[in-house]
């Protein structure tokens, strides 16, 4: 008997400390969406991020960047509530902005979505392609 209670107490154990785990990780993440060819690499919890060939501006909670456009998103403030990320988004000159939440959809997609400010925009091609307010991204 004592056996049993050992074996189903280290059940529990384990199966809390994986889903603090996985709750630790949530805004961790590195997530792509493929067919605006756009990824965002995200510690909203440690703001440890730093983009790359933009070490002057520090440790930040994240940034957006494009595969065919060398400019930045960045993620300058973030506030978690819950399971929802409400976000503070900047290009990288500083002359556009905008409030987006981030929220993970369960099946390992999060989604962006804009809820006041400027369009996040990048260039594909020498021209702008604006991105829709709601973005859907995978988890990789």
Known sequence: ????????FSLLVSISST???QADSLF???????????????NLYDNDIVVPGQDIL???PGYLGARRDPRKWLVLESVIEGKTATLTIVNDYGS????ASLVPNGDGTYTLTRLSGSTIKIVVDRKWVKLPKKLVFKRK
Do not use: S, T
Request: cysteine-free; hydrophobic content about 50%; glycine content about 4%.
């Open 58 to 60: 520090g440790a930040l």
């Open 96 to 99: 556009e902005d905008l409030q």
């Open 1 to 8: 008997m004592p056996r049993l209670i050992f074996i189903l």
């Open 19 to 21: 889903a603090q785990e």
């Open 28 to 42: 961790r993440v590195h997530l792509e969406n493929d067919e605006y060819q756009v990824w965002m690499d995200l």
